[in-house]
């Protein structure tokens, strides 16, 4: 039972860093896109790109997240009970993380709200994207709107993009418990 407890505590050291790894991917391109998309007010539309990467990206996180919360979950319920108790540690973490007593605050490493910078790497960069290419088209196509299919195949985009970050909200929620 120990060499499963170790294999356990290896495949949360491995999922968390995948789990960093997709993060610096997602600030990684998203910057990248946002660089190529302001460089050029002819390829603002690439922002719409951002929305949809965030959304794959954010979606790994959290599956890695709901992975490490259920190999957290074996370990307390059912191998510490095999080994008498003696694997405390997931217990105490638990304890330390969430007291019996109270809300959790909402500037706090456990509140998966909307003002945890994890969160706002993936979401809030989304609708932030989204916002700004809304905005940039609106400005630029103020005085010469383009071909009615450029204005559609964006307005369609922009859409997916929504859809996305709106799906990847509820995925969070969900992965909160909110």
Same mark, same amino acid.
């Given at each position: 039972?120990? %060499?499963?407890?170790?294999?356990?505590?290896?495949?949360?050291?491995?999922?968390?860093? @995948?789990?960093?790894?997709?993060?610096?991917?997602?600030?990684?391109? !998203?910057?990248?896109?946002?660089?190529? %998309?302001?460089?050029?007010?002819?390829?603002?539309?690439?922002?719409? @790109?951002?929305?949809? *990467?965030?959304?794959? *990206?954010?979606?790994?996180?959290?599956?890695?997240?709901?992975?490490?919360?259920?190999?957290?979950?074996?370990?307390?319920?059912?191998?510490?009970?095999?080994?008498?108790?003696?694997?405390?540690?997931?217990?105490?973490?638990?304890?330390?993380?969430?007291?019996?007593?109270?809300?959790?605050?909402?500037?706090?490493?456990?509140?998966?709200?909307?003002?945890?910078?994890?969160?706002?790497?993936?979401?809030?960069?989304?609708?932030?994207?989204?916002?700004?290419?809304?905005?940039?088209?609106?400005?630029?196509?103020?005085?010469? !709107?383009? %071909?009615?299919?450029?204005?559609?195949?964006?307005?369609?985009?922009?859409?997916?993009?929504?859809?996305?970050?709106?799906?990847?909200? #509820?995925?969070?929620? #969900?992965?909160?418990?909110?």
């Amino acid at each position: 039972m120990l %060499a499963e407890y170790a294999a356990l505590r290896t495949e949360v050291d491995r999922r968390a860093t @995948v789990q960093w790894n997709v993060l610096a991917l997602q600030l990684t391109s !998203a910057g990248v896109i946002a660089s190529l %998309a302001f460089s050029h007010a002819s390829d603002i539309a690439l922002l719409l @790109v951002i929305p949809l *990467l965030s959304y794959m *990206l954010g979606s790994r996180y959290i599956l890695h997240d709901f992975h490490l919360k259920l190999i957290s979950r074996y370990i307390r319920d059912s191998l510490s009970a095999r080994l008498g108790g003696h694997l405390a540690w997931e217990n105490w973490k638990i304890s330390q993380i969430t007291p019996d007593t109270g809300p959790r605050g909402w500037l706090t490493p456990a509140a998966w709200n909307l003002l945890h910078p994890t969160r706002l790497a993936f979401e809030g960069v989304a609708w932030l994207s989204l916002l700004t290419a809304a905005l940039a088209a609106a400005y630029s196509w103020r005085d010469n !709107a383009p %071909a009615w299919g450029l204005i559609l195949g964006f307005a369609l985009l922009w859409i997916l993009g929504a859809l996305g970050a709106y799906f990847l909200h #509820r995925s969070f929620n #969900r992965s909160a418990g909110t």
